[in-house]
């Protein structure tokens, strides 16, 4: 059984930093990109970005871009997030999630098959 | 970033209605979309991806379509475990971007 357990979380300064971890098992995590999503709770889900298998391809959300990085350990089966420069829009539950990906021909889709439950993260004086 | 407008934003249905949900992407993706649904305080759940292909174990009363920018969820029979909040998300482009979802509540 698929599980992605993210830790980490919690309540933090404006200006500060955080790093998220998401545990993976049940599958080969080397084999599969990995994505973080967040929810402000109510509100619309946000992609924040993605890695590819090995690591060596990063995107990432413009909301984030250049305060945010994407990891990983392959060989501890774990992906990162590493927060700086917090601000209180940052405030919201971050999902790990596995992008299961599916391919038609030449074409590729992302496939968003498995969730974490998500770890919370506010930020606030 | 491509915009992802979704309607309509919330509907009232009974159990046996059918359901339609829709997407229109603010320029040409192909079909690369996929359609989660989400209830409160879970995560939000895979149904379709490719526009059209389900999701392995999601009932066949759901289904996904596609006519230009246009996508859409269509739900056959509505069921008391479907009352939730849809999202579709747009994965053609950098960075990926969500619609702003249909809450369905009982009418």
């Known amino acids: 059984e698929v599980q992605l357990v993210e830790s980490g979380g919690g309540l933090v300064q404006p200006g500060g930093s955080l790093r998220l971890s998401c545990a993976a098992s049940g599958f080969t995590f080397s084999s599969y990109w990995m994505s973080w999503v967040r929810q402000v709770p109510g509100k619309v889900p946000e992609w924040v970005g993605d890695i590819k298998e090995d690591g060596s391809e990063k995107n990432y959300g413009d909301s984030v871009k250049g305060r945010f990085i994407i990891s990983r350990d392959n060989a501890k089966n774990l992906l990162f997030l590493q927060m700086d420069s917090l601000t209180g829009e940052d405030t919201a539950v971050y999902y790990c999630?596995?992008?299961?990906?599916?391919?038609?021909?030449?074409?590729?889709?992302?496939?968003?098959?498995?969730w974490g439950r998500g770890t919370l993260v506010t930020v606030s004086s | 970033a491509i915009q992802m407008t979704q309607s309509p934003s919330s509907l009232s249905a009974s159990v046996g209605d059918r359901v339609t949900i829709t997407c229109r992407a603010s320029q040409g993706i192909r079909n690369d979309l996929g359609w989660y649904q989400q209830k409160p305080g879970r995560a939000p759940r895979l149904l379709i991806y490719a526009a059209s292909s389900l999701q392995s174990g999601v009932p066949s009363r759901f289904s996904g379509s596609a006519s230009g920018t246009d996508f859409t969820l269509t739900i056959s029979s509505l069921q008391p475990e479907d009352f939730a909040t849809y999202y579709c998300?747009?994965?053609?482009?950098?960075?990926?971007?969500f619609g702003g979802g249909t809450r369905v509540d009982v009418k």
């Open positions: 999630v596995r992008d299961l990906g599916y391919c038609s021909g030449r074409i590729c889709y992302s496939v968003y098959d498995s």
């Open positions: 998300l747009q994965d053609y482009d950098y960075p990926l971007t």
